[in-house]
């Protein structure tokens, strides 16, 4: 069966470039540690999933439309305009992509929507027939999570792969109301406020009890205790928006086909990935 990595590009690269225990240069003088950490963490990926095909996706810096829903959505993240280039990220890209072209895998960075609608994309137009396995520390991909789509956080020899049990065991739900479950909850990651009175338990029983969040708020006279009923019936305009925020629709074009991210392992390293592009 064909198994297809899809990488959250642009999530692995701040993990690295912030997670590395200093900056690091090379001969040159030039940083490299985001470089280094991404073509590490990549190839460590790469041998735990043993994929057949490959793809590794980006966000691009334009506008987001899911701001015009909710001006604070994201609000919440560093403004990298503010610091000098390169004690960003994004500094290291070039290098990262060159890294890319190296090791044959392909990239792409969006231009009209989020990394995160690429990959529900291809979750919903390949898994059925595909085993894909989405590398990510976002959990708004926790919804995506099928018998053959499962979610893998990267972690070194603490890696994790989520799996239906794995979101049921975790917050009582299957995956396929993860949405509903964060619209209720919240996501500060994302800056996205929830309903005051309802936490990850109290969402759980909601959601066994009416399946989704469109039928908690279209029975949420029958919920039982009053603070938490009051507190649907207040919040309910926001928690629909919510829900337009944290879904993943995939309608957009994909920017590759599954022939064309067809990909083996040759047993490269990251130092002669850094070689061969000339930045060790």
């Known amino acids: 069966m064909k198994r297809l990595l899809i990488?959250?590009?642009?999530?692995?690269?701040?993990?690295?470039?912030?997670?590395?225990?200093?900056?690091?240069?090379?001969?040159?003088?030039?940083?490299?540690?985001?470089t280094l950490g991404f073509v590490g963490a990549l190839l460590k990926i790469i041998r735990i999933t043993e994929p057949t095909h490959a793809v590794v996706l980006f966000d691009g810096e334009h506008e987001n439309e899911r701001s015009a829903l909710n001006a604070d959505y994201k609000a919440n993240r560093m403004d990298y305009s503010q610091m000098a280039e390169e004690e960003t990220p994004f500094s290291q890209l070039p290098d990262v992509y060159a890294a890319?072209?190296?090791?044959?895998?392909?990239?792409?960075?969006?231009?009209?929507?989020?990394?995160?609608?690429?990959?529900?994309?291809?979750?919903?137009?390949?898994?059925?027939e595909t085993e894909i396995i989405i590398s990510s520390?976002?959990?708004?991909?926790?919804?995506?999570?099928?018998?053959?789509?499962?979610?893998?956080?990267?972690?070194?020899?603490n890696t994790v792969i989520c799996t239906p049990s794995y979101i049921k065991e975790r917050f009582g739900i299957e995956p396929g109301q993860y949405a509903d479950f964060k619209s209720l909850t919240?996501?500060?990651?994302?800056?996205?406020?929830?309903?005051?009175?309802?936490?990850?338990?109290?969402?759980?029983?909601?959601?066994?009890?009416?399946?989704?969040?469109?039928?908690?708020?279209?029975?949420?006279?029958?919920?039982?205790?009053?603070?938490?009923?009051?507190?649907?019936?207040?919040?309910?305009?926001?928690?629909?928006?919510?829900?337009k925020l944290i879904k993943?629709?995939?309608?957009?074009?994909?920017?590759?086909?599954?022939?064309?991210?067809?990909y083996g392992y040759g047993g490269i390293t990251t130092n002669e990935v850094l070689e061969g592009i000339g930045v060790r």
């Open 186 to 243: 919240g996501d500060a990651s994302d800056n996205i406020k929830g309903a005051d009175k309802i936490g990850p338990k109290t969402a759980s029983l909601l959601l066994e009890e009416f399946g989704n969040l469109e039928k908690v708020l279209l029975y949420a006279e029958k919920i039982k205790r009053p603070s938490v009923r009051e507190s649907i019936f207040r919040n309910a305009d926001r928690l629909r928006t919510n829900y």
């Open 248 to 262: 993943l629709g995939g309608l957009q074009t994909l920017p590759f086909s599954m022939e064309e991210l067809a």
């Open 7 to 34: 990488v959250d590009g642009s999530n692995l690269l701040f993990q690295m470039f912030f997670g590395m225990p200093a900056r690091i240069t090379n001969s040159a003088g030039k940083a490299i540690q985001g």
């Open 100 to 128: 890319l072209d190296y090791l044959g895998i392909r990239h792409a960075e969006t231009t009209t929507c989020e990394a995160d609608d690429w990959i529900a994309g291809y979750a919903y137009a390949y898994g059925q």
């Open 137 to 157: 520390f976002d959990s708004d991909f926790f919804q995506l999570i099928t018998d053959k789509v499962s979610v893998l956080r990267y972690r070194g020899k």
